[in-house]
């Protein structure tokens, strides 16, 4: 297919490795947290679960796509604090569809999952 809705499904299309690295659970939820810039233990209290080392690899990701900033803050203590990118907030309104649409979804979704499972399809099946 040639067509430009066609290329995404291609192995080689760069918008897959795109698409891996800023659709995951932990860029999209530090992406929400930088509406407004945070030192790095900042996002981290935010995002309840990250490991240090997970916060760490997903800030290095989006600050390699352009979608973050870090700025070295003079000290003492010497501190590192992150913000969005123009591109980076461009990102912010499709976020907020997809988190509207799944908080307004999120009950009917454990329903179904409840009788999918109770089915005996589930994970534990």
């Keep these: 297919m040639d067509d430009k809705r066609g290329v995404v499904y291609r192995a080689d299309c760069p918008s897959r490795e795109i698409l891996?690295?800023?659709a995951d659970k932990w860029s999209m939820l530090a992406l929400t947290v930088l509406c407004e810039p945070h030192r790095f233990n900042a996002i981290k209290r935010r995002l309840d679960g990250v490991s240090q080392r997970v916060l760490t690899q997903t800030l290095r990701k989006l600050e390699?796509?352009?979608l973050v900033q870090r700025r070295i803050l003079p000290g003492p203590p010497l501190g590192v604090e992150y913000s969005l990118t123009a591109r980076g907030r461009?990102?912010?309104q499709p976020f907020a569809a997809l988190y509207e649409w799944t908080v307004e979804n999120?009950?009917?979704i454990v329903h179904s999952q409840?009788?999918?499972?109770q089915a005996?399809?589930?994970p534990s099946a």
């Design 114 to 117: 409840k009788t999918y499972d």
């Design 20 to 22: 891996d690295q800023i």
């Design 106 to 108: 999120m009950n009917d």
């Design 120 to 122: 005996g399809q589930g």
């Design 90 to 92: 461009s990102l912010q």
């Design 64 to 66: 390699r796509n352009g």
